[in-house]
C-alpha cells in the first residue's frame, strides 16, 4: 500500500518561508502526479502545484506568482513556499494519483496524507 506523510508546516508572519515535505511511503514510480493542495479555512481544497514523478516535471497554478515551488528527491516531494501572505493560511494536503487525469482536480488523487497546517500572521 502507497501512502503519504507530510510534514514542515507551523506559523510564520507575512513574508516568512517554510519548506513542506511529502514522504511517499512506497514505490513512487508508481503514480503518475504527486501534488500539494490546500484548504483554506471555509472553503474546499485547491490545487497548487503538482510533480510528474516520471520526470519531474512540475506544473503550477498561476495564482502562486512564482512564489512556490515544487520538487522531488528520491521518495520525498518538497514544496518550498516563499513570501507567504496571510491568504495562505490553511491546511495543506499532498495527494498522489496513479491513472493520471485532470492535474488538479481534487476527485482524480485516490490517495491523500493527512494534511499539515500552515499559519501566516500579518
Known amino acids: 500500500q502507497l501512502q503519504l506523510l507530510e510534514s514542515g508546516g507551523g506559523s510564520v508572519q507575512s513574508g516568512g518561508s517554510l519548506r513542506l515535505r511529502c514522504k511517499v511511503l512506497?514505490?513512487?514510480?508508481?503514480?503518475?502526479?504527486v501534488a500539494w493542495f490546500r484548504q483554506a479555512p471555509g472553503k474546499g481544497r485547491e490545487g497548487l502545484a503538482a510533480?510528474?514523478?516520471?520526470?519531474?516535471e512540475p506544473t503550477y497554478r498561476r495564482t502562486l506568482e512564482g512564489r512556490f515551488t515544487i520538487s522531488e528527491d528520491k521518495s520525498t516531494v518538497y514544496f518550498q513556499m516563499d513570501d507567504l501572505k496571510p491568504e495562505d493560511t490553511g491546511i495543506y494536503y499532498c495527494?498522489?494519483?496513479?491513472?493520471?487525469?485532470?492535474?488538479?482536480?481534487?476527485?482524480?488523487?485516490?490517495?491523500w496524507g493527512q494534511g499539515t497546517q500552515v499559519n501566516v500572521s500579518s
Open positions: 510533480l510528474q514523478t516520471s520526470d519531474g
Open positions: 495527494a498522489a494519483v496513479f491513472t493520471g487525469g485532470s492535474l488538479f482536480r481534487e476527485a482524480n488523487y485516490d490517495i
Open positions: 512506497g514505490d513512487i514510480s508508481t503514480t503518475k502526479w
